[in-house]
């Protein structure tokens, strides 16, 4: 007996009725990308490694999927390497591509290459998977797609507020409640540098992004494991656990910050940013967040980060702005700021609370009955005439028995039958059953195309 087939773990398979909802999703983040300027791109699934690696920090580069060299990958390699058996050193020898992580770092690398060609500022979007090495788990996959809308060539804030508007629009025309958490990596540099743990930020932002997921006193002992001081950490506390409003939150820290230019430059851009969302209208709750920090070591802005309010899960977007990003493809002075949507956390949302919309998740409108070759031959010009009018029809592909017919049209949600024997075709018509109510009514083709596209087939159910 043959093994059955599965698939990678972290992995998964989409129905077409899976398929119908995940495109309503990309659909609705694409309008919006337009409607503010986007335009869309596309990059290799692989990068070479050189341009992945150190891109992420350290805990991004181990997830990572490396690619094994074809050919002869052993050629070059020493038997003591071998038997070293160091797998970080030997990977470095088999493998010189890389599954992209994200979307980030290739566009940049694309930024680059394409300088020449390319009109500054440059509004871009990408819709495409990408691949991290991680545990699987729920809400966690290996392979997942994200939806990026980035801006690079300007350094105004105006772009940040604008992504900010940006996020309310997707999440309200999806219908999910959600929290916008905003903070800026020069307001962590700030702290770090008051408490006297300048040269840690790094870990300092690592420990204190995960606050929400593993607690405050795992977070101090994560803290403490990295070198920072008891002292540093008590310092910590306060700032990190800080409360009330947006306003009574920047006016503290302009106090706790006096010292630090970096930190009152990233309070002053908070500030800015919040001020004229507020005045736009930004319909979803709006929070400076002093706990967010997004481990990846190349924001260096305002960051931001998306979480569901009626759901359980992790965060479904994020950003921020990534000043250096291009100095490291040999492009300085490069200033970018973006945002991802996390399409298969929302796909997830969007399932748990029931909010799609009928029309998004609906194949075909309409099936014709095949009865026959003569019944065919009426029925592919009725049929056409329905495809020309925007009506998702199919017809049955083998003259089979009606209840094999209906099973399929019950099977596929397909809520129109059309009919089409003797008697229909005598009298130059067709019969259109509607299968939620069992109703049937003997229509011109006109009449059954107006019926199904303007949903008023209540009414013309008993007209003769």
């Known amino acids: 007996m043959a093994t059955k087939p599965g698939i990678p773990k972290g992995t998964r398979d989409f129905s ?11 659909d609705t983040i694409r309008e919006v990308f337009h409607l503010y300027g986007y335009s869309q791109i596309e990059t290799p699934s692989m990068e070479n490694l050189s341009t992945l ?16 060299n074809s050919g002869d990958y052993f050629s070059g390699i020493t038997d003591e390497e071998l038997l070293s058996r160091n797998a970080v050193k030997l990977a470095s020898k088999f493998c010189e591509k890389g599954l992209r992580y994200d979307l980030t770092v290739p566009f940049a690398r694309y930024v680059v290459m394409h300088r020449d060609e390319i009109t500054f500022p440059f509004k871009r ?23 990026d809308a980035d801006v690079v060539g300007s350094n105004s804030l105006i772009n940040e507020v604008e992504l900010v508007q940006m996020i309310d629009s997707v999440f309200n025309k999806f219908g999910i409640r959600v929290s916008i958490k905003i903070n800026n990596r020069k307001i962590l540099t700030g702290i770090a540098e008051i408490i006297g743990e300048a040269d840690k930020i790094v870990d300092i932002t690592v420990a204190i992004d995960k606050l929400d997921k593993i607690g405050l006193d795992n977070v101090n002992a994560e803290l403490a494991s990295k070198g920072i001081s008891q ?22 820290l302009k106090t706790v910050l006096a010292a630090s230019e970096t930190g009152l430059k990233g309070v002053e851009e908070s500030e800015f940013i919040l001020k004229h969302v507020a005045q736009l209208g930004v319909k979803s709750e709006v929070e400076l967040d002093l706990t967010l920090a997004r481990g990846l070591n190349y924001y260096t802005g305002a960051i931001f980060e998306v979480k569901a309010l009626d759901v359980q899960i992790g965060s479904i977007s994020g950003g921020g702005r990534y000043d ?6 040999g492009m300085d002075g490069m200033s970018g700021v973006g945002i991802s949507f996390g399409a298969d956390r929302i796909y997830d949302v969007l399932n748990q609370l029931d909010l799609y919309p009928k029309e998004a998740v609906n194949g075909t409108q309409l099936l014709f009955v095949n009865f026959g070759e003569k019944e065919t ?36 949600q397909i809520p129109f039958v059309a009919i089409v024997g003797e008697n229909e075709m005598n009298e130059g018509k067709v019969t259109l059953k509607n299968m939620t109510t069992g109703e049937q009514s003997l229509l011109t083709s006109e009449e059954l195309i107006q019926a199904i596209k303007v949903d008023k087939i209540e009414v013309l159910l008993y007209k003769k």
């Open 377 to 412: 031959e009426y029925s592919l010009p009725i049929l056409f005439k329905a495809r020309a009018a925007g009506i998702r029809a199919e017809i049955y592909p083998d003259s089979a028995k009606m209840k094999k017919q209906m099973s399929y049209a019950n099977a596929k």
């Open 231 to 252: 002292e540093a950490i008590d310092k910590l506390q306060p700032i990190i656990l800080l409360s009330g409003s947006n306003e009574e939150k920047l006016e503290t």
């Open 125 to 147: 979007f990408q819709i495409q998977p990408v691949w991290r090495a991680d545990r699987p788990q729920k809400g966690r996959y290996r392979e997942f797609y994200q939806c």
């Open 16 to 26: 077409p009725v899976e398929m119908a909802k995940r495109n309503y999703i990309f």
């Open 324 to 329: 250096n990003l291009t100095g490291v493809f």
């Open 53 to 68: 690696m150190g891109k992420y920090g350290e805990e991004g580069d181990k997830l990572l999927f490396k690619i094994q």
